[in-house]
């Protein structure tokens, strides 16, 4: 079975720049995560989708980042424009349903200058 | 609200040595608990849940954690480490109750030395 694939890998960047982030979750998994990961931090929730539509996107910037998950599959997470502070490693994952195990992808790794 | 506190940032330790690293949870309704481990340049894995039933839980790779209500905490443990339990080790805590929002701690760094 294939796991969450995301990608890039790696982005850098400068401040004010816009960038976006792409994750393909495990097929079948109704739920999808993003997450945002600073270091030395535990991973924070950024959005949650059910299938196609936003359960919680609470700790969401809603003024710079936004994300969809068109036909309830992949998603895509965009920062525009992007601030120092957003350097992170950002994590896509996704579960069967909700409260389930989450399966993380390898994450993409941000660095805004 | 929720809230995870893992009260050590590193945890050095020497091969084949027990190792205990400690979480506490914070909340008012019941909740669901997991363990999740994340090696080098890698995503987050699942090591091992408490949903309901027996309060010790086991992991297939010799780790096991142990749910105390009384005491909020579920405490992740394994009697000999090897070099290559070497990673990042985070508690984490979903309420039983609409959303099942996760919040995770901040991360245990277990270095296991040889």
């Known amino acids: 079975e294939a796991g969450v694939a995301q990608s890039p890998r790696y982005k850098i960047i400068e401040k004010r720049q816009s960038v976006a982030f792409w994750c393909n979750p495990i097929?079948?998994?109704?739920?999808l995560y993003w997450y945002q990961q600073i270091l030395g931090q535990g991973p924070k929730l950024l959005i949650q989708?059910?299938?196609?539509?936003?359960?919680?996107d609470s700790q969401l910037p809603k003024d710079r980042f936004s994300a969809e998950r068109l036909k309830g599959v992949d998603s895509t997470l965009k920062i525009q424009p992007a601030k120092l502070e957003d350097s992170a490693v950002y994590l896509c994952?996704?579960?069967?349903?909700?409260?389930?195990?989450?399966?993380f992808g390898a994450g993409t790794r941000l660095s805004v200058l | 609200a929720q809230s995870v506190t893992q009260l050590d940032s590193q945890v050095p330790v020497f091969e084949e040595a027990p190792v205990e690293l400690r979480c506490n949870y914070s909340?008012?309704?019941?909740?669901?608990l997991f363990w999740y481990v994340q090696y080098p340049n890698q995503g987050l894995q699942l090591l091992l849940k408490?949903?309901?039933?027996?309060?010790l839980v086991e992991s297939i790779n010799g780790f096991e954690a142990e749910f105390n209500k009384s005491q909020t905490s579920f405490h992740l443990r394994k009697p000999s480490v090897h070099i290559s339990d070497t990673a990042e080790y985070f508690c984490?805590?979903?309420?039983?109750?609409?959303?099942?929002?996760?919040?995770f701690g901040a991360g245990t760094r277990l270095f296991v030395k040889a």
């Open positions: 984490a805590v979903s309420e039983g109750t609409g959303g099942f929002k996760t919040i």
């Open positions: 989708f059910q299938n196609n539509g936003v359960v919680d």
């Open positions: 408490y949903l309901s039933g027996s309060t």
């Open positions: 097929s079948g998994h109704a739920t």
């Open positions: 909340s008012s309704v019941s909740v669901y």
């Open positions: 994952a996704s579960s069967p349903r909700t409260l389930n195990i989450q399966y």
